[in-house]
């Protein structure tokens, strides 16, 4: 009788047993995922505070958009392996980076020939 008694209370909160791990686990994911947001929510507020700082502000706008102060004299290396810091003789051509090409002619021109110079130039 008492093996009937314990069967029948094990069939009636079975499915109830199974239901409350289910809910554990879906919370556990649902708290995992919340921290994951706070944390994310927190990194990008810190990152909004960083922009009230006048000096990143200057700082960003000089790396990213290249810009300079008052008075600054603005310098930029295209291609820095070929930088060699002597000068080259181009012939009376106008250089335009590493290859130089001969302005003469209509600008069309001078564009198609940098484009067959640029299929020639080896890395």
């Keep these: 009788m008492l093996v009937v008694v314990i069967l029948t209370a094990f069939i009636v909160l079975a499915p109830t047993l199974r239901a409350y791990v289910s809910q554990q686990e879906v919370r ?20 909004v505070g960083r922009w009230g700082d006048d000096a990143f502000v200057r700082a960003e706008a000089r790396e990213r958009l290249g810009f300079v102060m008052p008075g600054e004299t603005p310098y930029r290396v295209v291609d820095p392996e070929t930088v060699t810091g002597v000068p080259v003789d181009d012939g009376g051509a106008e250089a335009t ?3 130089t090409v001969p302005q003469t002619g209509p600008w069309y021109l001078t564009v198609w020939d940098s484009v067959q110079l640029a299929g020639e130039v080896s890395h």
């Excluded at 556990?28 to 706070?38: C, G, K, S, V």
Aim: glycine share 8%.
């Design 97 to 99: 980076g590493p290859v």
């Design 28 to 47: 556990r994911d649902l708290n995992a995922q919340i921290e994951t947001a706070q944390e994310g929510t927190e990194q990008l507020q810190r990152t």
